[in-house]
């Protein structure tokens, strides 16, 4: 008899999957859907550098590879026996939006760049940021830059001049000396 009840939830259990789709009918994993009505999550991932048209507009053929580097960032690829080819290579994937990826290959002579290889469908800052902006379907950019009008309206920078005697007025934290950043080590005081 404890085995009959013991069965009995099991029983009701299985008797709620005849619902769902046969096993021979199931679409894969890969797909969309799983089971028929379960779509699972899928990690956004987001790999390599991102470049836009102004950032490879600034480099020109004969910079020295440090200021390609400051321009463009550290190159996700290096290869030791190809010192002279930097590979920046850019993949997003995201869902509800289409796959994105691109390769930007800086190859010098030297030091000095040689040729900078960008692909076609290589986007504006502002392409870029619409392209990954799926979470807010009003199509409103985002603002990337002040206007002049916007900049003639911020309040001028405070001048160090000014920032200095209130600072010294004050004087330092009680019970906080500290040497002069000159001052060598072992030099006594």
Same mark, same amino acid.
């Given at each position: 008899?404890? *085995?009959?009840? #013991?069965?009995l939830p099991?029983l009701?259990l299985l008797?709620?999957c005849?619902?769902l789709?046969s096993w021979?009918?199931l679409? /894969?994993?890969?797909g969309?859907k799983?089971?028929? &009505?379960?779509?699972?999550y =899928?990690?956004?991932?987001?790999?390599?550098?991102?470049?836009t048209?102004?950032?490879?507009? =600034?480099? +020109?053929?004969?910079?020295?590879? #440090?200021?390609?580097r400051?321009? !463009?960032? /550290?190159?996700l690829l290096t290869d030791? &026996?190809h010192?002279?080819r930097?590979?920046?290579?850019?993949?997003? =994937?995201?869902?509800?939006?289409?796959?994105?990826?691109r390769?930007?290959?800086?190859e &010098?002579?030297g030091?000095?760049l040689k040729? !900078?290889?960008v692909?076609?469908d290589l986007p504006?800052?502002?392409e870029f940021?619409?392209a990954?902006?799926?979470f807010?379907?009003?199509g409103?950019?985002?603002?990337?830059?002040l206007?002049?009008a916007? =900049?003639? #309206?911020?309040?001028?920078?405070k +001048?160090?001049?000014e920032?200095? *005697?209130?600072?010294?007025?004050?004087?330092?934290? *009680?019970?906080?000396?500290?040497?002069p950043?000159?001052? +060598?080590p072992?030099?006594? /005081?």
């Amino acid at each position: 008899m404890r *085995p009959l009840l #013991a069965s009995l939830p099991l029983l009701a259990l299985l008797g709620g999957c005849s619902n769902l789709p046969s096993w021979a009918t199931l679409p /894969s994993v890969t797909g969309e859907k799983v089971l028929g &009505f379960v779509t699972p999550y =899928r990690v956004e991932v987001v790999q390599g550098n991102v470049l836009t048209k102004e950032m490879v507009a =600034r480099v +020109k053929p004969g910079m020295p590879k #440090a200021q390609v580097r400051d321009l !463009l960032g /550290s190159p996700l690829l290096t290869d030791v &026996f190809h010192e002279s080819r930097w590979d920046y290579p850019f993949t997003i =994937r995201r869902q509800g939006a289409p796959e994105q990826q691109r390769l930007v290959v800086a190859e &010098f002579d030297g030091d000095k760049l040689k040729t !900078l290889t960008v692909p076609d469908d290589l986007p504006t800052e502002n392409e870029f940021v619409s392209a990954i902006n799926t979470f807010k379907p009003s199509g409103k950019q985002p603002k990337l830059a002040l206007s002049e009008a916007e =900049r003639a #309206a911020l309040p001028p920078p405070k +001048k160090s001049a000014e920032a200095a *005697p209130t600072a010294a007025a004050e004087g330092p934290a *009680p019970g906080r000396v500290y040497p002069p950043l000159d001052a +060598k080590p072992g030099a006594g /005081s």
